[in-house]
Every structure is written in structure tokens, then in C-alpha cells.
């Protein structure tokens, strides 16, 4: 390790009911997500087609008519990955990378929807290609569904329901935790509450991110996880990294076996791999618990 790295604070939860908070992390400061965000959009889309506002399969043209209208990209697509958008929007090819969202405002954002037809990497529902733009498109379509801002609408549909508070694209300053750079000084966090904030701009606790894991997958309060969710076997997961932040967060449906870990610093794969850590301890203590006591009822 260099010299000069400094060790990430952390801040890791799981279903066993272990807590860790390392090196300043706290259960109740915000911090950014990444695209764990994305988990929240795709479920906000499943809310609002059993709310009868919308089909996920819906063409986007029904929602936005700035897109072109030969698209067949439909809202599952998007939700799914399967859209054939790229990764990022065209105007980050040139953005400055220590804040590369803070130019993709609404004018940017107006000028990708009326040529996405010129944007694919494939087909509609040819193959996945993991996309933030498709994300940022999926939002604006929930907004014109849904007929309020995004953040309203999240509020309402799904964090609402679940009993969960704090979570949100502007955190309190007095409670927001964000990285230090070389010398203590705070690094200021990415620009993500335009268009793309529904691909990764939300803030929120560790607290609250475990209720959501819990509602969403473990008790599935809302009904069957969302098309967002990433899927590996058993395991139903999504992961997110900023600037300087990286969160992972994961369940076994049907048992109680989940975890929440979030860092500031160091590498995302590192997350993850705590994540999974913590995944499997939580595993086997809930096994060896059964052995001795037998299922719970």
C-alpha cells in the first residue's frame, strides 16, 4: 500500500444483525449511492404500472415525444438493460472527469432524446449493455407517467410504503459524509441531480438502504423485486461508485440473509467484495443457527 493511501471509512451492515462503522462512517450520515439508485428507479417503474399509469412495456415515444418516432425501445428495455443505449451520453465523451455529469443538464439532456435513434450500440432487446443514459431516459419517461418530479414520485411510490426516510438528492449539509482528500480536505461529490439522477444522484443513510434491502427483497413488502435488480444464482444484488464513494448491497431472497456495505475511497471491487464477505457469513451463521435450533417458523 502507498504511503499516501489513506484507509476508506466503511460502514457495513448484514442480516445477522452485525454493524460496522470504521474511520468516521455512521449509520446516520447521507452518502452517495451510485447506481444502488437505479434499484429505486425500477422499482418506482413496477409501482407505477400496478398503479395502471403505465406499462413497462410501453414504447418511450408514448411518454416522450422529443424521441424519434421509428424508436422501439420499450421501458422494460430500459429498466433491463437491454435498450441498446450506450453506457454514458455522448457529451461525457469531453467532460471533465471530476465531475463529469455537471454539464448533461436539461438542454444536453433534450438534444440525446431527439437523436437516440442515431445513439444505439445494438438492437432493442438484441443483448445487455449496461447503461446509465438508459437510466436518465427511463426517469424522464416515469416523470411524464407519473405527472410530478422524480424525487416526488420515488417519495410516494415506493419510500413511502416502506416506512423509509432518508433518502434523497439533497442531504442535509450537516449530515452529508463525503470523502477527504490527501490533506483532510472534503473532495466535492459528483453533480448528479439533473437528468441523470435517476441512474445513480440519490443520497441516503446506511440505515436506510438496509430498510430498503429488507423491504424490497427480503420481506418484498412492494411485491417481487424490480427489474433492476442484478441477478447471480440465488443472490438478487446491485452495486454503485461515484467519484469517491462505492456501496454494495445484496439479499437471498426468502431467507435472512443480506447485506449493506458502503465505502468512501478505495476501489468498488474491494466493496464488493466485503459485500459478499459479509453475504456469506450471514449465510452460514443463519445455517448453523437452523442446525441447533432448528428452521424458524
Not at 471509512?9 to 446516520?28: F, K, N, Q, W, Y
Not at 466535492?188 to 445513480?200: F, H, R
Request: proline letters at 8%; aromatic letters at 6%; hydrophobic letters at 40%.
Amino acid at each position: 500500500m502507498s504511503l499516501f493511501t489513506r484507509p476508506a471509512p466503511l460502514c457495513a451492515i448484514s442480516g445477522t444483525g452485525r454493524v460496522r462503522t470504521e474511520r468516521g462512517h455512521a449509520l446516520d450520515a447521507y452518502v452517495e449511492i451510485g447506481s444502488v439508485t437505479k434499484a429505486l428507479t425500477g422499482t418506482l417503474l413496477a409501482r407505477l404500472a400496478d398503479a395502471g399509469l403505465l406499462s413497462v412495456d410501453d414504447r418511450l415515444t408514448v411518454w416522450l415525444p422529443a424521441v424519434p418516432a421509428g424508436s422501439e425501445i420499450t421501458l422494460r428495455q430500459l429498466a433491463d438493460h437491454s435498450s441498446g443505449l450506450p453506457r454514458l451520453p455522448p457529451q461525457l465523451s469531453s467532460a471533465d472527469p471530476r465531475d463529469p455529469y455537471a454539464g448533461f443538464g436539461a438542454e444536453e439532456f433534450g438534444d440525446v432524446l431527439r437523436r437516440l435513434d442515431t445513439l444505439a450500440v445494438r438492437a432493442p432487446g438484441a443483448g445487455e449493455e449496461y447503461s446509465n443514459l438508459g437510466y436518465a431516459v427511463l426517469g424522464a419517461a416515469l416523470e411524464a407517467a407519473g405527472g410530478g418530479p422524480y424525487e416526488e414520485l420515488l417519495r410516494r411510490h415506493v419510500l413511502a410504503p416502506l416506512g423509509v426516510d432518508e433518502v434523497t438528492a439533497g442531504p442535509p449539509a450537516d449530515r452529508t459524509l463525503t470523502a477527504r482528500g490527501l490533506f483532510g480536505r472534503p473532495r466535492a461529490p459528483w453533480t448528479m441531480t439533473g437528468p441523470i439522477l435517476p441512474a445513480g444522484g440519490l443520497w441516503a443513510t446506511p440505515r436506510a438502504v438496509a430498510e430498503l434491502v429488507k423491504g424490497l427483497l427480503v420481506d418484498r413488502t412492494l411485491g417481487e423485486p424490480a427489474l433492476s435488480w442484478q441477478r447471480a444464482g440465488g443472490l438478487w444484488w446491485h452495486n454503485g461508485a461515484t467519484r469517491d464513494a462505492s456501496a454494495f448491497v445484496g439479499a437471498l431472497p426468502g431467507t435472512t440473509t443480506w447485506a449493506v456495505v458502503h465505502r468512501l475511497g478505495g476501489r468498488p471491487a474491494r466493496t464488493d467484495k466485503v459485500g459478499l464477505e459479509l453475504l456469506a457469513e450471514a449465510k452460514k451463521a443463519t445455517e448453523d443457527r437452523e442446525r441447533t435450533e432448528g428452521p424458524a417458523l
